[in-house]
């Protein structure tokens, strides 16, 4: 049976990541110091959640190397999730005991490059999403701030909200882009082209029809060797995003580009590495788009990531 003669398998929405750390204590302090908010420690592996109501959005889980461990994506229905075991290298349905929130998942195995990818269902969500306060800001001639009410804020870090994103780097961009948009509902909101007219990089968002949906939830990028790029956590506002990389930088970690502002997807974006040299992202104010959203295509390069902020690392895009 081809590729597009097989159902395609919905999916609704990214839900968390998984990563393996050599030094748990080490990745545990950054990860508290980055927002997450500890929920269960379970044998090597310790789940954080969000302000969102998802079960959790990181598991951090101790090995002998350093490895991203794949990202998740909710499918639709049962149906959805049985199907998924005729994927690449899938697994059996298995229940996800130890997880908050349980549920029953499927890994397989991208037909590329061999990294995991999980897809669960029934997951029980929390019951006290975390609403933070929404600020009034003043324009020079709207000024939406009472008079004799001031902004006022405590230093710490940036809570997260949700998992917003996740990327690779691919050794084969055509067939990687032909397996997730003809197996999946992901569609192109960007394309980029390198100067001969090939596509090399696209960010993908899930076709949910009319429903609004983030820019992007999945991106990849052709180079020489496999690897996860980074992924990426939404936080509350530009003022929770920006105290938080004041406290990044005050506990002595190292970033890696930010804050600035993307042109595709817009968000404004703050990136870390943590103490196992992986890369994970803070952004806010990301566009949202449907089925009338027409597909971008740009030609690569240093301009096309960013409007303002620093200059890009020569060695980010590696």
């Known amino acids: 049976m081809t590729v597009n003669s097989t159902p395609r398998i919905n999916l609704v929405r990214i839900v968390h990541a998984f990563y393996i750390h050599k030094d748990l204590n080490k990745a545990h302090e ?7 908010q500890e929920v269960k420690r379970v044998g090597k592996d310790i789940y954080y959640r969000g302000t969102s109501s998802q079960p959790f959005v990181y598991c951090a889980r101790h090995g002998e ?3 991203f461990g794949g990202a998740a994506f909710v499918v639709e229905s049962e149906a959805d999730l049985v199907a998924a075991q005729e994927l690449p290298g899938a697994t059996e349905v298995y229940e996800l005991s130890d997880a908050p929130g349980g549920g029953r998942c499927v890994t397989f195995h991208d037909p590329v490059d061999g990294f995991p990818f999980h897809l669960v269902y029934g997951q029980t969500p929390w019951d006290d999403e975390k609403a933070l306060p929404q600020l009034d800001f003043n324009f020079p001639t709207v000024k939406h701030r009472p008079g004799n009410k001031v902004q006022r804020f405590e230093k710490g870090p940036a809570p997260v909200h949700k998992i917003g994103h996740f990327g690779m780097c691919v050794t084969d961009f055509a067939k990687a882009f032909d397996f997730y948009t003809t197996r999946f509902n992901f569609k192109p909101s960007d394309l980029v082209q390198d100067s001969t007219g090939n596509d090399i990089t696209t960010f993908l968002h899930l076709d949910r029809g009319s429903e609004l949906v983030d820019h992007h939830c999945f991106f990849f990028f052709e180079g020489p060797k496999p690897h996860v790029h980074h992924s990426s956590f939404e936080t509350h506002d530009f003022d929770t995003q920006v105290l938080g990389h004041d406290w990044l930088r005050s506990k002595g970690y190292e970033n890696c580009w930010g804050v600035g502002r993307h042109i595709m997807g817009s968000q404004v974006f703050d990136y870390w590495f943590d103490p196992s040299r992986f890369i994970i992202e ?5 566009d949202l788009v449907n089925d009338q959203y027409p597909i971008n295509r740009s030609l690569a390069s240093p301009g096309n990531l960013h409007v303002w902020g620093p200059d890009l690392p020569p060695t980010f895009l590696q």
């Open 30 to 36: 950054f990860l508290l110091d980055f927002g997450f």
């Open 65 to 67: 190397e350093d490895v």
């Open 282 to 286: 803070h952004y806010v104010d990301g």
